[in-house]
C-alpha cells in the first residue's frame, strides 16, 4: 500500500489545517491508520489513530484540538488540526498498520507568527 500525505503548510498560532493522506487501495484492507510527527533530532510521536472499527486514540497533547477521520469512498484518512500552536510544528507522517506497516512521504507543518 502507498501512502501520500498532502496539506501541510504554514498557519498562525490558533488557525487550522486538514492533512490528508491518499492510499493506493481500499483503506478497508488496513487494521488502522494514524498521524505521526517528528521534530528534528527526536523520535516520531503518535498523534492520531483511528481503527478499523472506527475508535480513535490521541495524544494528551492534541485532544481536543486535532480530529482523525476517515473518507472511504477516496481512500483517505485526514488529520483536522484545530487552534494549533508553536509546539505543534513538525513534519507529519502518516501511517497504515495492515500485512505490514506502511508510511508515506512527510508534509510540513509551521505554526508561526
Known amino acids: 500500500v502507498q501512502l501520500q500525505a498532502s496539506g501541510g503548510g504554514l498557519v498562525q498560532p490558533g488557525g487550522s489545517l486538514r492533512l490528508s493522506c491518499a492510499a493506493s487501495?481500499?483503506?478497508?484492507?488496513?487494521?488502522?491508520m494514524g498521524w505521526y510527527r517528528q521534530l528534528p533530532g527526536k523520535q516520531r510521536e503518535l498523534v492520531a489513530r483511528i481503527f478499523v472499527s472506527g475508535s480513535t486514540s490521541y495524544a494528551d497533547s492534541v485532544k481536543g484540538r486535532f480530529t482523525i477521520s476517515r473518507d472511504f469512498a477516496k481512500n483517505t484518512v485526514n488529520l483536522q488540526m484545530n487552534s494549533l500552536k508553536f509546539e505543534d510544528t513538525a513534519v507529519y507522517y502518516c501511517k497504515g498498520w495492515g500485512y505490514s506497516d506502511y508510511w508515506g512521504q512527510g508534509t510540513l507543518v509551521t505554526v508561526s507568527s
Open positions: 487501495r481500499s483503506i478497508l484492507e488496513l487494521n488502522s
